[in-house]
């Protein structure tokens, strides 16, 4: 593997983590704006983790389509 390789797939893993992240951070207050929050601040805690889970998708589907193209680039 070249150094390339080796900054793309460090690259990848950070996506991937920071994803994986976002995504926990998202359902946590998900959860919180579906049962315990009320009012305003519930409907600001659904949204901002709406927002937090397809910021999350994104993430990892940038990462995903780096590493597909890549293979394909490579044949």
Same mark, same amino acid.
């Given at each position: 593997?070249?150094?390339?390789?080796?900054?793309?797939?460090?690259?990848?893993?950070?996506?991937?983590?920071?994803?994986?992240?976002?995504?926990? /951070?998202? $359902?946590? &207050? *998900? #959860? !919180?704006?579906?049962?315990? +929050?009320?009012?305003? =601040? %519930?409907?600001? @805690? /659904?949204? $901002?983790? &709406? *927002? #937090? !889970?397809?910021?999350?998708? +994104?993430?990892?589907? =940038? %990462?995903?389509? @780096?590493?597909?193209?890549?293979?394909?680039?490579?044949?």
């Amino acid at each position: 593997m070249d150094a390339d390789g080796g900054d793309r797939s460090a690259r990848r893993r950070n996506r991937l983590l920071l994803a994986g992240l976002l995504a926990v /951070v998202g $359902l946590i &207050l *998900l #959860l !919180l704006g579906l049962t315990v +929050a009320t009012g305003t =601040v %519930a409907g600001v @805690e /659904v949204v $901002l983790a &709406l *927002l #937090l !889970l397809v910021a999350s998708y +994104a993430i990892q589907r =940038v %990462a995903r389509r @780096e590493t597909v193209y890549r293979a394909e680039r490579r044949r």
